[in-house]
C-alpha cells in the first residue's frame, strides 16, 4: 500500500489507537453510525447558516464568537477558540474516521478511490437520468 491518503490513513489510526479508541474491538456498523453522526453535525451547521470553519469562543460559551467580531471566523476575534467547528470540520471529521477504520483494517483506499473514479468515468452523464 502507498499513496498519500494510506499514509494519512495510517497516521489517523495511530492518533486514534494512541488516545484509546481502539483499546476494545470495533465493529463496523458503531463507525458506520459514527460516520453518519458527523455528516448530521454537518447538515446541522448548514441549517443553522454558519461558516464553514468557525471558531468556539474562549469565553467558555458554544456559541460562535462575540457578535462584535466581524466574522465567525475572524483569525483576530480576541474571544475565537482553539476548537474548529463548521460544515468543513464536520466532514473532515467523517473523512477522518473513515480514514481510522481503513488505517485500522489494512484498506488500501488510495486503490479503491482510483478504481472507483476510473469506474465512474465510464458511466452515462447522470447515469441514465437519476435525481437526487
Not at 28 to 34: C, Q
Not at 66 to 93: H, Q, V, Y
Amino acid at each position: 500500500m502507498s499513496g498519500l491518503l494510506n499514509e494519512l490513513a495510517q497516521q489517523i489510526h495511530d492518533t486514534a489507537k494512541g488516545h484509546g479508541w481502539w483499546s476494545k474491538k470495533r465493529e463496523l456498523p458503531e463507525l458506520i453510525a459514527l460516520f453518519h453522526s458527523e455528516l448530521s453535525e454537518a447538515l446541522e451547521e448548514y441549517r443553522e447558516k454558519r461558516p464553514h470553519v468557525w471558531y468556539l469562543c474562549n469565553m467558555g460559551m458554544s456559541s460562535p464568537c462575540n457578535p462584535d467580531c466581524e466574522r465567525f471566523d475572524d483569525p483576530d476575534c480576541p474571544w475565537r477558540g482553539d476548537k474548529p467547528e463548521g460544515i468543513a470540520i464536520e466532514l473532515a471529521d467523517c473523512i477522518i474516521r473513515i480514514l481510522d477504520y481503513c488505517g485500522h483494517e489494512g484498506i488500501d483506499i488510495s486503490a479503491a478511490i482510483e478504481a472507483k473514479m476510473q469506474y465512474n468515468a465510464t458511466r452515462p452523464y447522470r447515469h441514465g437520468g437519476k435525481e437526487c
